[in-house]
């Protein structure tokens, strides 16, 4: 769903953060769109949602990087409460093509609106970012940008060729939007190729109309399907949150249609209420539930399951690009 244009007319109505690691009221209104709409209830966080402020001297560092080269992240664009630990690790995702986002979904804190046109210089400065911070595994995403005629595929691939051409070896991750199904914008990121695709299903389809009301659950689906039939040597990857009213029934489903869609790993997290003005938590899950739906899905033929109540999709992503590497060649010796 596009989001309006019209961000003035509410822009004197702040937000109140509840989740991840923001503490501040937001400054200006993120997400015109839902500013009229009533508080939805937040309710405590339990003990086992803990988080480390991004304090320490490798965050800073991180942060200013990111301010030198103009360049944007997840984990703050989408308060990822996971930063404070990933930025001390210095362990980072990139978020390209601007901070503003065409839909509106549910869930996200991603700032919605208008967005600007296609940065040309951004390739090669998030290249050099990723050669600055050594990284080993980069995580690049994006905001949807059904604005453009590729849907942002171009900038994808023109990212990737930019991190490859700086011969650190570094692996790429791409964590893609749904393209709007716009003919040949998957097939321009699958010919660069990254060495995993990911694109979050995040919700089961009932809840899609509510959640995720630009998307449609079996244009994901079908997404990730012809990611691997265009390149089967490439890892794909998806998450879900949980918490928003799905059963376990549902969630069981979804798992069956990502291993039919030959999806290699899956990630489950808790979903945390970005703002009032987001959609309500409708339980906090349990890790103890994390560790039976991981158990379930590794049963289900998942390369590679990772399940918390803090995993996100790029959370300790390099770590388990090697895990998933391991495992597929334990899976072609027949270990
Ligand atoms: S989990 Fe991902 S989005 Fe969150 S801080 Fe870590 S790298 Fe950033």
């Known amino acids: 769903m596009t989001a309006p244009d019209g961000a003035a007319q509410t822009d004197t109505v702040a937000e109140t953060p509840v989740s991840g690691t923001e503490s501040e009221p937001v400054a200006r209104t993120r997400h015109p769109e839902k500013a009229r709409r009533p508080d939805q209830p937040s309710p405590r966080k339990p003990h086992w949602i803990r988080v480390k402020a991004p304090t320490s001297r490798e965050a800073a560092e991180v942060r200013q990087l990111m301010r030198d080269k103009k360049l944007a992240t997840v984990c703050e664009e989408a308060a990822c409460p996971n930063i404070g630990e990933c930025w001390h690790r210095r362990h980072a995702s990139f ?39 050594g990284l080993r595994h980069v995580v690049v995403t994006s905001v949807d940008r059904d604005d453009l005629a590729d849907g942002g595929a171009g900038q994808f691939a023109r990212c ?31 010919d660069t190729p990254p ?3 990911n694109h979050n299903l995040e919700t089961v389809p009932r809840l899609y109309p509510s959640i995720r009301p630009g998307a449609r659950y079996f244009t994901s689906l079908r997404l990730l399907q012809r990611a691997k039939e265009l390149r089967p040597d490439v890892f794909t990857k998806s998450g879900l949150m ?55 899905a590794r049963a289900k033929g998942f390369l590679l399951v990772s399940a918390s109540p803090l995993t996100r999709s790029s959370h300790h992503a390099d770590r388990d690009f090697v ?9 072609t010796r027949g270990l």
Do not use: W
């Not at 601007?98 to 919605?112: K, L, Y």
């Not at 895990?323 to 899976?331: E, N, S, V």
């Open 242 to 296: 949980v918490g928003l009213g799905e059963t376990r029934a549902e969630v069981l489903q979804v798992m069956d249609d990502l291993r039919a869609a030959d999806v290699d790993f899956l990630t489950v997290g808790q979903y945390l209420q970005p703002t009032r003005k987001h959609a309500a938590v409708d339980r906090f899950v349990p890790p103890e539930d994390f560790e039976d739906l991981a158990r379930v």
């Open 95 to 133: 978020m390209i093509l601007g901070e503003i986002c065409t839909r509106a979904c549910a869930f996200c804190n991603v700032r919605t609106g208008k967005p600007d046109g296609v940065d040309e210089d951004e390739p090669a400065r998030l290249a050099a970012s990723v050669a600055a911070m």
């Open 323 to 331: 895990a998933l590497r391991d495992a597929r060649r334990a899976q």
């Open 160 to 190: 990737i060729t930019a991190i490859r051409a700086t011969d650190t070896g570094t692996t790429v991750e791409v964590l893609t939007p749904d393209f709007r199904d716009k003919p040949g914008a998957l097939e321009t990121v699958m």
């Open 195 to 197: 060495d995993v695709f």
